[in-house]
């Protein structure tokens, strides 16, 4: 990690200073308006409560949701606060604005410790463009930066990026810390033997993932409904699979390439449709029926891909092998994750990301048995691409 964080700075620099935390409060919330998964919130209290036991005093920036560009109750931060307060048992306040003299003063009043989370930073027009002004406007509310937001890290807007150009020092929190130490670990200088396993829904939006990971791997095992644009490029019987026609080059183009490396399931399980799980079954992957699709991996592709994860040091997965929101199509997904957590017991560094495989790996219950599991759906994508992040770049080298 070559980016400073808030345990480089001075005692001076961080005791009755205003910590200006960009964090990313982008959590679920059920019918009744209460937050219904604070994995989001609860990943950024070791940042927090190191700012309040070296006598910060916290300001709190989030997005949450996708409100068109003005205030809109529906998208309040106002629950997350609640939920904060719980959480930290400290004194949280919460304001129905982000920027502006009143809330300046807010923030001045604060005491060493003390907390308050500011509204949805996009309910300003200018905040998804990066708008200098708005930037300016959020600098003001803290003598120095803190980005905690990996999943927003991708974006360049005016609480990612723009900020950091008027307040300094712009650091790194722990979040974002553990973030970029984890997965840089294993794209910089991984264990061998490195595996990568791949799958969701479609190859387009993974295509620069298995070209930066390509060249780095043992191997790639591939899952998910992605297995069937490779199969199709193999010419095989794909039936209603869901199939990217336009990216069957391209898959063929891959296989020629690194067949070696590219490992396909053997078999798997189809069903006539989603709604229809009674009549899933096991298929080897030359007799899928032409009217069923592909929903899972079979048992010999999970008994296979469990092998290879056991022999591994470093192992990243991303995307579903199958539909894990519905069962039996859970099944292989569940697998890769028990197979996963057992090689980490073992000593392999394991890392998901993507924000549905988190899910999946959280729903299986083996969250905490993985080494790491990103905070970040698409961030954590890109930084597999090998792109640069606007929110990290931003913040001051070591
Ligand atoms: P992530 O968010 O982890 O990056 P993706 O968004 O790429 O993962 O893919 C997740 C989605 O892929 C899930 O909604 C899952 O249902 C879907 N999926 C996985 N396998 C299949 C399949 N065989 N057919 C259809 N959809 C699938
Ligand atoms: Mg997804």
Redesign the pocket.
Known sequence: MNKKTIRDLKPVEVRGKRALVRVDFNVPLDDSGKVSDDTRIRAALPTIEWLADNGARIVLLSHFGRPKGGPDPKYSLKPVADRLRELTKRRVEFHGASIGPAIVAATKSLGEGDIVLLENTRFHPGEEKNDAELARAFAELGDFFVNDAFGAAHRAHSSTAGVATFLHPAVAGLLMERELEFLGRALAAPKRPFLAIL????IS??IDVIEALLPKVEGLLI???MA?TFYRALDLETGE??VEADRVDLARELLDRARMRLTLPHDCVVAPSLEEPNAAHVVKRDAIPADE????IGPDSIASYSRAIQTAKTVVW????????TPPFDRGTRAIAEAMAKATNAGCLTIVG?????AAVEQAGLAQQMTHVSTG?GAS?EFLEGKALPGVEVLADK
């Open positions: 799958g969701g829904a479609k939006g993974k899952g998910g409904a069937c699979s869901l699709a592909m929903y899972d991303n995307g579903p092998m199958g539909v894990f929101e993507g924000g549905d495989s988190a759906g994508l």
